[in-house]
């Protein structure tokens, strides 16, 4: 596709179920970074994956946190028994290897817990 | 921890005007800086960005200023306009783990009043 594409846009979810989120990076971009937002804060890093290198987690908040990279391209952040303080917006961004100018963020996905 | 922060939480300018948003960085050793526009339910869009062996970069009606000596970063928006509101958020890169990765200040929120 010509962006990342994320999915769902938005989430809302019961407090202990588990959720997925999905990012579509662009299209021969082999680095994937996903990133939170809370409200009024900045972007907080979460995971990275780069070709078929293992993953830099040293990001992800807790052990409920966990990524997936399937084929070096879709990638799966899966939150489980989500708490009220996961709420917030997710955001993937992809690159070139990890050429920093052509990082591209998708929109986001919203992700209420209530 | 090595960090990215901003003076202004929040700043209000008159349309036409220009604006200045600021921000200050710690690691002496980062190489390569970016600022980010973020306008309400978008994913960060890339505006500009700087290498460390210079000091000022212009793009269009955007100009990035910085100062290695006191670790300062700085974006001038000249003419603003109304769709220049939005949230801005600067990034530093570093290299961590063996790849590169933008860690992010918190923001400023520009508000452009007719």
């Known amino acids: 596709g010509a962006g990342v594409s994320q999915s769902p846009s938005n989430k809302v979810t019961e407090k202990g179920k588990d959720v997925e989120l999905r990012c579509d990076p662009i299209?021969?971009?082999?680095?994937l970074y996903w990133y939170r937002q809370s409200l009024g804060q900045g972007l907080e890093f979460l995971i990275y994956?780069?070709?078929?290198?293992?993953?830099?987690k040293s990001g992800l908040p807790s052990d409920r946190f966990s990524a997936e990279r399937t084929g070096g391209s879709v990638s799966t952040l899966t939150i489980q028994r989500t708490q009220q303080e996961d709420s917030a917006v997710y955001l993937c961004?992809?690159?070139?290897?990890?050429?920093?100018?052509?990082?591209?963020f998708g929109s986001g996905t919203r992700l209420t817990v209530v | 921890g090595e960090s990215v922060g901003l003076h202004l939480p929040t700043l209000s300018v008159q349309e036409g005007d220009n604006s200045i948003i600021n921000c200050a960085y710690s690691n002496s050793a980062s190489d390569y800086f970016i600022w980010y526009k973020q306008e309400s339910g978008k994913g960060p869009q890339f505006i500009i960005d700087?290498?460390?062996?210079?000091d000022k970069r212009q793009g269009q009606r955007v100009t990035v200023l910085l100062n290695k000596t006191v670790k300062h970063l700085s974006l001038q928006i000249a003419a603003t306009q109304p769709g220049d509101s939005a949230v801005y958020f600067c990034?530093?890169?570093?290299?961590?783990?063996?790849?590169?990765?933008?860690?992010f200040g918190a923001g400023t929120r520009l508000a452009v009043h007719p």
């Open positions: 961004a992809s690159s070139h290897r990890d050429r920093l100018y052509g990082y591209t």
């Open positions: 994956f780069q070709g078929n290198s293992a993953p830099d």
């Open positions: 700087i290498r460390s062996n210079m």
């Open positions: 299209s021969g971009h082999t680095a």
């Open positions: 990034a530093e890169n570093t290299f961590s783990g063996g790849y590169n990765k933008l860690i």
